[in-house]
């Protein structure tokens, strides 16, 4: 079963709101947690990394005042795209590692008109 | 940064056996995954190298030389359902994870 659980999975917000997704972790403690975009028929690409109670790190050309993280939780990141416009639709995925392994949620496809 | 090669498409015929290889290039090596992915759907998770040499795991196997900077993911049996993007993934020593462009492999009948 799922590792990593993802909400929505699908997502329609008209230009200008702002849109959060969650990304949680089953049965785990998660104090770090990725986030990543992907845009059809090219790879992943990391937008930040989430901590556990800290500021999150965001990769060079990520907006972190678009793009707002937060990690309250062991268990819970969120990722609220603000002020969203038609060039942010895309497929937002989180992930979070166990062990060795990153497991990744089912995704959220955001869709922004 | 990472510098992740891999082929963009393969094609196999289904019962065949396929390599799709991987090149790298980083500074803080902790890791080599490959993940299936379907159209619109997240990566799933397939197998992990750290240390050299090769990881079987039913049809799929995985092989790492760290000191070539390669690795390659080894389908065999080949089946329709095998059909998806195959992405390699180099992780750095904070966990980080950087794709390659993926390989979308097509098995056919």
């Known amino acids: 079963g799922a590792v990593v659980s993802q909400h929505p999975s699908w997502v329609i917000c008209k230009s200008g709101t702002s849109v959060k997704i969650e990304c949680r972790s089953l049965?785990?403690?998660?104090?770090?947690m990725f986030w990543y975009r992907q845009f059809p028929k090219q790879s992943l690409m990391l937008m930040a990394t989430s901590n556990e109670g800290s500021k999150a790190t965001y990769e060079q050309g990520v907006e972190k005042d678009k793009f707002l993280i937060n990690h309250a939780s062991l268990t819970l990141s969120t990722l609220t795209v603000t002020s969203a416009h038609p060039e942010d639709s895309s497929f937002y995925i989180c992930s979070a590692l166990m062990g060795n392994t990153i497991y990744f949620g089912e995704g959220s496809w955001l869709t922004v008109v | 940064g990472q510098n992740i090669d891999q082929p963009t498409e393969m094609t196999a015929t289904e019962g065949a056996i396929v390599q799709i290889n991987c090149t790298y290039q980083?500074?803080?090596?902790?890791?080599l995954f490959w993940y299936q992915q379907h159209a619109g759907e997240a990566p799933t998770f397939l197998s992990y190298n750290v240390l050299d040499g090769l990881e079987e795991k039913g049809r799929f196997s995985s092989f790492l030389s760290r000191s070539k900077g390669y690795s390659y993911l080894l389908l065999k049996e080949l089946q329709m359902k095998d059909s998806a993007s195959y992405l390699c993934?180099?992780?750095?020593?904070?966990?980080?994870?950087?794709f390659g462009a993926g390989t979308t492999v097509t098995v056919r009948a």
């Open positions: 049965d785990f403690q998660a104090t770090t």
């Open positions: 980083t500074s803080g090596f902790n890791g």
């Open positions: 993934a180099v992780r750095e020593r904070d966990y980080k994870l950087s």
